[in-house]
Structures are given as structure tokens and as C-alpha cells.
């Protein structure tokens, strides 16, 4: 299992949008509605925000959204707000009762 | 409210095993994947395997057949994870997270991380 495919930084203004993306087969992110994406600050544990490709757990801000298309999945964050500041983690079932994480995506708020 | 609590920082040294616990509060520890996950220093997750304590069948990635073992004890809501031939690539941060209820694949309640270094 080769890991998923994020950029390695993002940024945005407080108030505006970012869009993280995460590539990658048909083999686990194209094959499965199975995305989660994490947050996580240094130091504490992950923290879940979005699973099965597009739903939120309860606590999550709507701010969070999830998709997916193709191989190819994405977590959008409008209304950006300081304490977004995190790496953020994709994860996609691949198949076998196996998960694979992404690289992560460090953002940043300007 | 489901916590999980883990046992305390290890020191090893190279070649030897590490074997870390996760147990849970709550009546639906055992019906629920329990994932084991860590972090290197500077790197990103990486997911190493899971179990369903009431089944007690675990599946690991397969970077780490042969070397991770993980069981769960369903009389104290208890999940561990021993990793073996450990080398410094080892050092990290080792979090067990549970499934979240009513969906697949998705880990919504961790562990505070266990820090396991591997020094000689």
C-alpha cells in the first residue's frame, strides 16, 4: 500500500476557503466511499472530521466539508478560523480490511 | 463517554520488542475496531493494524507482517499492540483509536499516543 497523495502545505486568509487534496487509486480512494479526513494538532491526538467521503461527526463545524471524485478526494474549510491552523490527514480504505493514511497537509492561516 | 488510556512511554533498545495497552471504558469497546496508528518524529500517520476484540481476528498493513502483533483481552476492554526486531525507524508516537460507531473505517476516539524510542 503506497500512502495517499496530499500536498505538503496550504494556506488561506481567516473568513476564506482552502481545499485540500488527496489522490489516489482506484485501489482505495477511487474504489471505495471509505475517505476520513483527520485533523491534527501537534502533540494531542487526531481528531476526526469528516468520514464516509462527505459526513461529519457529531461537534464538527459545517465549516468542514468532504468530497470526492475519481481517485481523487478533498476537504474544503470556509470561514477559515485561526484555530484551523493543523495538519490535516487524509485515510481511505483499501480493500482486505486495510487503511492507508495520506502524507498530510500542514495549514496555515494567514 | 467511550476513553481510551494507554500506557506509559517506553524506552527499547534495538532488536528487542515493545508492547503497548489501550484499554477502554464503556460497554462497546469489544464490538468496535480498535486501530492501532503512529506518528514519527517529523512524519505523517501511519496505520498499522486493527482488531475487533469480540472477534480477536487483527489485520495488519503489510509493511508490518511478521514483526506486529496485536491481540485484545475482552474481560478488561484491553487492546495491545507488540511491535518486534524494533530499530530507531520505530521511534514514534503509537495511538490506538476506535471506529466510530454506525460507520466503517473511520477512527473517532483515540488514545493519548504512547512514546516508544528505540536507542541503542
Known amino acids: 500500500q503506497s500512502a495517499l497523495t496530499q500536498p505538503p502545505s496550504a494556506s488561506g486568509s481567516p473568513g476564506q476557503s482552502v481545499t485540500i487534496s488527496c489522490t489516489g487509486t482506484?485501489?482505495?480512494?477511487?474504489?471505495?466511499?471509505?475517505v476520513s479526513w483527520y485533523q491534527h494538532h501537534p502533540g494531542k491526538a487526531p481528531r476526526l472530521m469528516i468520514y464516509?467521503?462527505?459526513k461529519r461527526p457529531s461537534g464538527v463545524p459545517d465549516r468542514f466539508s468532504g468530497s470526492k471524485s475519481g481517485n481523487t478526494a478533498s476537504l474544503t474549510v470556509s470561514g477559515l478560523q485561526t484555530e484551523d491552523e493543523a495538519d490535516y490527514y487524509c485515510?481511505?480504505?483499501?480493500?482486505?480490511?486495510?487503511?492507508?493514511f495520506g502524507g498530510g497537509t500542514k495549514l496555515t492561516v494567514l | 463517554q467511550v476513553q481510551l488510556v494507554q500506557s506509559g512511554a517506553e524506552v527499547k533498545k534495538p532488536g528487542s520488542s515493545v508492547k503497548v495497552s489501550c484499554k477502554g471504558s464503556?460497554?462497546?469497546?469489544?464490538?468496535?475496531?480498535i486501530n492501532w496508528v503512529r506518528q514519527a518524529p517529523g512524519q505523517g500517520l501511519e496505520w498499522m493494524g486493527g482488531?475487533?476484540?469480540?472477534?480477536?481476528?487483527?489485520i495488519s498493513a503489510q509493511k508490518f507482517k511478521g514483526r506486529l502483533t496485536i491481540t485484545a483481552d475482552k474481560s478488561t476492554s484491553t487492546a495491545y499492540m507488540e511491535l518486534s526486531s524494533l530499530t530507531s525507524e520505530d521511534t514514534a508516537v503509537y495511538y490506538c483509536?476506535?471506529?466510530?460507531?454506525?460507520?466503517?473505517?473511520?477512527?473517532?476516539?483515540w488514545g493519548q499516543g504512547t512514546t516508544v524510542t528505540v536507542s541503542s
Open positions: 485515510n481511505s480504505y483499501a480493500g482486505s480490511n486495510t487503511l492507508v
Open positions: 464516509e467521503v462527505n
Open positions: 483509536a476506535r471506529d466510530l460507531i454506525g460507520a466503517f473505517y473511520a477512527m473517532d476516539v
Open positions: 464503556g460497554n462497546t469497546f469489544n464490538t468496535y475496531t
Open positions: 482488531i475487533i476484540p469480540i472477534f480477536g481476528t487483527p
Open positions: 482506484s485501489s482505495d480512494v477511487g474504489g471505495y466511499n471509505y
